[in-house]
């Protein structure tokens, strides 16, 4: 998956005294594209500090190397080009770690850029001196980055796994029954309301498989696997999904990538490893 970076560490932890060198990697967001390098034959890479001028944020490191977010999208791009986050991933131009660290990035540039005003008194907040966090210098609010909890759920039924694919015109993979998680649910509710919503089936043994950060939509995803409970007839909400059927471990047809946990559970269940 998109986070599996070993042998590189990824540090989350703000770091408030560090400063940008030349060669510090620098992530910049455009709305959901981001600027990169492109050399002569084609190979993409992260600016560095030395490619790119404006106010730099500090963002996190990977090993040794601190990576830093410029919030503001400079007028003098030079050499930059801008690349759709989404398309970048399916491109196979980027590796994990380099996927990973421009998810990441993504996720803090879109809560910065969203959250500049105080929700309790207007004032214009400011950067906290010590955490990644946003003060309100009027009333002293903290605002810390936003996390969406979502579930994803793997549906089984006598040896067979409901798929599906949302109803958007860029939605051509298969994936899984998935949601956000609404205020008062456990994740196991979040599970059974989603899958009666979005195929009208009822699940039963739900058991948590594994989770992972979604820089792309600010979510924290986490996997489950269920078994079906009583008619496996599908009741499909059409405004949500525009395909939902049950498949065999021969009959799954993967995404293109590995980075999804929703691509893991389906491969894991294909194999027969679960």
Known sequence: MIQDIDPNKYHNEYRPEAAAAASSP??????DKVLLKEDEDGRLSI?????????????????DTEYFLMRDVPEDRQSLKEFNIRKLRRSGKMD???MF????????????RNTKFCGRCNAQLEHHKTMRAMVCPSCGLEVFPRLNPAVIVG???????????????DADFYALVAGFVEIGETLEDACKREVMEEAGLNIRNIRYYKSQPWGIAG??????????????????????LKVAQWVTPGEVVLQPDDFSLTCEMMRIFKEGKI
């Not at 600016?47 to 996190?60: V, W």
């Not at 660290?101 to 910065?112: E, G």
């Not at 040896?159 to 015109?169: A, E, F, I, S």
């Open 47 to 63: 600016p560095k500090a030395s490619d790119i001028e404006g106010k730099l944020t500090y963002a996190f490191a990977i090993d």
């Open 155 to 169: 549906v089984r039924n006598e040896g067979k796994l409901l798929v599906t694919k949302y109803n958007r015109p």
């Open 96 to 98: 994990n770690v380099e």
């Open 219 to 240: 979510d924290l995803l986490c996997g489950f696997f269920c078994d079906l409970d009583g008619s496996e007839e599908i009741k499909m909400d059409t405004g949500e």
């Open 26 to 31: 620098v992530l910049c967001f455009d709305a």
């Open 101 to 112: 660290s421009i998810f990441t990035a993504y996720h803090l540039a879109v809560w910065y």
